[in-house]
């Protein structure tokens, strides 16, 4: 996965293009590390960066084109596969509203160690904007996924997390009371 991420990085970077990881690497960062088979990138793009991003990658990545900029017009996630080692990373067009501006600039370079395959400096989500996303991502999946719930916890049960501002966000996202009941699983309440 190091290899991949850091090919992908390099062409981001090179476009000067603004991300930060999500998902279960951020959760594996603030809360339970675990094994993760894909990389979740949100990334400040438009339609005119899928082509640049194409052309930089496809020596190293499979993209489909066309599916990444349907994808971005209708602000969905697409992916690409690192051609050598089939490691997945999904990138997540940035939304243009009040939470994601906040997401991306609370988002804070830490180290993602990856079992095996040594450490990676990159912009993560913060633990708080983790906790939502996720909250976000369960309700939306039914509110029935293990793992999804066993990395809210992880993250939720660390030390020095700002409660007011996920109980700020947290009725505007629509997951005030998924919110409440992690706290409350948490010992947090």
């Known amino acids: 996965m190091n290899e ?3 090919a992908l990085l390099h062409v981001l970077n090179s476009l000067g293009l603004r991300y930060f990881a999500v998902g279960s690497v951020a959760s594996s960062i603030h809360g339970l590390p675990r094994f ?3 990389v979740d990138l949100v990334v400040q793009l438009d339609q005119t960066h899928v082509e640049p991003i194409a052309s930089l990658t496809e020596r190293e990545f499979y993209m489909d084109r066309d599916e990444a ?3 971005v017009r209708s602000g969905r996630p697409f992916n690409l596969i690192h051609l050598a080692t089939a490691s ?3 990138i997540f067009p940035m939304q243009q509203n009040e939470f994601h501006r906040s997401e991306m600039s609370r988002s804070s370079g830490e180290a993602w160690v990856n079992p095996g395959e040594g450490t990676i400096q990159l912009p993560v989500a913060s633990a708080e904007d983790t ?3 996720k909250l976000i991502w369960y309700k939306q ?3 029935v996924s293990d793992r999804q719930w066993s990395d809210l916890l992880g993250v939720a049960t660390g030390t020095g997390r700002d409660w007011e501002y996920m109980r700020a ?3 505007r996202l629509g997951v005030a009371e998924l919110l409440e009941r992690l706290f409350h699983e948490a010992g947090r309440i």
């Open 169 to 171: 966000w947290a009725p």
């Open 141 to 143: 999946g039914g509110e």
């Open 131 to 133: 906790i939502l996303s």
């Open 36 to 38: 993760t088979q894909d």
């Open 69 to 71: 900029n349907r994808a």
């Open 88 to 90: 997945k990373i999904d």
């Open 4 to 6: 991949a991420l850091m």
